[in-house]
């Protein structure tokens, strides 16, 4: 199945600082391109992979589950790890998630955690009936471009199968129980207005990790994909810091300095 224009994969070399991109549920790397094209237009070297299922149409998604997702951000950071001296994950909505589990499984191959309105939980009723409900029931309504920017536009499914939303409720629990092996550096930015992901998630989140340099940010003029939305070049500007704070040894052209 062709991947619908502008979901396509991404990858830029540049220096010895990596940043892998987890794109969010539905979604695709339209959503994350712009945040990767910053950080590789200042030198650095960044992945940002499709995940399976997406980017193509619903029926493609039904087929996967959080396995082929997380397998695929596993093995993208494994390429940067031997490219790169030092590996940042960052990730937006289920991509949070996803770079947590990263990091939380890759330790000291994980420099630090990035992340923008990342979920950890189904939330709903309908969340508590789709361990049955899947069985007789497809698909549900998608959601799909949270923007306050008029303009901008995320590309995702208008249906979301019930199979894979299952998948999703199960990897999230997996991740929270996980939380507590996160120790890295942590940037997490929220969206005060968010209609996909609540805040509840994000003071989860900060709540379990282990991490002791934790910084959080909250956007007052975007919805939930922040990365498209007004507050977009905060985001990247913020994130850039971040990376040269934590990694010192990283000059203006992305590279490390080695004794």
């Not at 399976?52 to 039904?62: K, S």
């Not at 996909?196 to 709540?207: G, K």
Request: glycine share 10%.
């Amino acid at each position: 199945m062709p991947v619908l224009p502008g979901a396509e994969p991404y990858r830029h070399e540049g220096g010895e600082v990596g940043v892998l991109f987890c794109h969010g549920f539905t979604g695709s790397p339209q959503s994350l391109r712009p945040w990767a094209e910053h950080l590789a237009a200042r030198g650095l070297t960044v992945s940002l992979p499709l995940l399976p299922g997406h980017g193509t149409r619903w029926e493609d998604l039904a087929l996967t589950g959080w396995q082929d997702w997380y397998a695929e951000v596993d093995r993208a950071l494994r390429e940067l790890r031997d490219r790169c001296a030092r590996v940042f994950v960052a990730g937006l909505s289920m991509g949070g998630a996803l770079a947590l589990r990263l990091a939380a499984k890759h330790g000291d191959g994980v420099a630090g955690v990035l992340v923008v309105n990342p979920a950890n939980k189904v939330h709903g009723l309908a969340a508590h009936t789709l361990p049955v409900s899947r069985h007789f029931v497809r698909t549900a309504p998608g959601i799909v471009s949270d923007i306050a920017k008029p303009s901008a536009v995320e590309f995702g499914y208008a249906r979301v199968p019930l199979h894979a939303a299952h998948s999703l409720r199960n990897f999230f629990r997996l991740v929270d129980g996980e939380l507590p092996q996160v120790t890295q550096p942590l940037l997490l930015v929220r969206s005060r207005q968010d209609h996909t992901v609540p805040a509840v998630d994000s003071a989860r989140i900060l709540s379990r990790v282990s991490s002791t340099d934790v910084t959080e940010i909250v956007l007052e003029q975007s919805y939930h994909v922040a990365t498209l939305d007004h507050d977009a070049d905060r985001i990247f500007e913020e994130s850039l810091g971040f990376i040269g704070r934590v990694a010192t040894d990283v000059g203006k052209e992305g590279t490390t300095t080695r004794g």
